[in-house]
């Protein structure tokens, strides 16, 4: 589940110290359902924040934010927003985990908004995760993790999720020919241009008792 948040970027640390304080960490722990949670910030818009939240089901996401509790607990946030928040859930259909640690504070996420008629989701997927891919990955340095997200509410609206050691990291990977050859294969896949964005990681908490490698 995402979230989108958007402050000026001088309350951007405001926001962090409330998403990130014990209240707010105690309440998550009381609940069900919620693995991992994640306060983003894009390197490109300054301010525009995505709390991005893993969870068991949509059921329980739901329940969650329906939760008055909920309300309270963000209340402190509301004066800080520029507009209202947007939130967007979507079902992750494949990850693959390639370095056991977690990501850190200090990490880097990419998210690349791909857009393919619903029918084509498959084979997008199976070009994505193919055993060569996969085999390409594993080898990368800075590599995480990376996975496949499509919207619930927008059939074949997808991202694809990668987290990194660093930006440079990725920088590197996205200039190897294998991703150009790869962006070759899948490119009569998508309605529109895919978009890319990068965010560094301002916060990161591991909730539920699942690994790293089992997210």
Known sequence: H????????????????????????????????????LLLESLDEPGKLYSFSIWDSPASAQATFANPDYAVLIGDLRSLLLAAPAHCGNIQLIG???QAQPPTEKSYI??????????????????LYSEKMLAISQ????????????????????ISLSWWESPTAAQKAYQMPEYEDLLSEIGTCFIK???????????????????????
Not at 21 to 36: C, N, Q
Not at 110 to 127: A, D, F, K, W, Y
């Open 139 to 158: 080898a990368v340095p800075g590599l995480l993790r990376t996975d496949a997200l499509e919207s619930l509410d927008e059939p074949g609206r997808m």
């Open 96 to 98: 693959r985990t390639f």
């Open 193 to 215: 241009k895919p978009e890319r964005f990068g965010f560094r990681v301002l916060l990161i908490v591991l909730y539920g008792e699942a690994s790293w490698a089992q997210i």
């Open 110 to 127: 990419h998210q690349t908004h791909l857009t393919v008629q619903p029918e084509n989701v498959p084979r997008l997927i199976s070009n």
């Open 2 to 37: 995402f979230t989108i948040l958007k402050v000026m970027p001088e309350n951007v640390e405001k926001v962090t110290r409330i998403l990130g304080s014990v209240p707010t960490r105690e309440f998550y722990t009381s609940i069900k359902g919620i693995d991992t949670g």
